[in-house]
Nanobody, 121 residues
Framework: QVQLVESGGGLVQAGGSLRLSCAASGSIFSINRMGWYRQAPGKQRELVAIITSGGSTNYADSVKGRFTISRDNAKNTVYLQMNSLKPEDTAVYYC???????????????WGQGTQVTVSS
């Protein structure tokens, strides 16, 4: 069974920093895209950042210049470095991965359990 485990969330003051981590484990043949999404109370889940297996990245306009996504392919782990945090960044952050469990199975989406990030003013 494939599992994504997130860590690194917490409470910080505006202007502070946090680093989120997400490790994929289980029967994995290969991982294509990994990314981070977030959902604030009463709002729709939104894309924060994504990174391909080759290192190409894409960010939401609201976090450009402040957040950096990276990955360690050997460890099947993706990171999100969050700097200059704002109260509007407060949300549950979810890890996502598109991966193949074997060479004979198509790419599937997997999600982490989510980690809370709270930014106080």
């Amino acid at each position: 069974q494939v599992q994504l485990v997130e860590s690194g969330g917490g409470l910080v003051q505006a202007g502070g920093s946090l680093r989120l981590s997400c490790a994929a484990s289980g029967s994995i043949f290969s991982i294509n895209r990994m990314g981070w999404y977030r959902q604030a109370p009463g709002k729709q889940r939104e894309l924060v950042a994504i990174i391909t297996s080759g290192g190409s990245t894409n960010y939401a306009d609201s976090v450009k210049g402040r957040f950096t996504i990276s990955r360690d392919n050997a460890k099947n782990t993706v990171y999100l470095q969050m700097n200059s945090l704002k109260p509007e960044d407060t949300a549950v952050y979810y890890c996502n991965a598109d991966l193949k469990r074997s060479r004979y199975i198509s790419i599937e989406d997997y999600w982490g359990q989510g980690t809370q990030v709270t930014v106080s003013s």
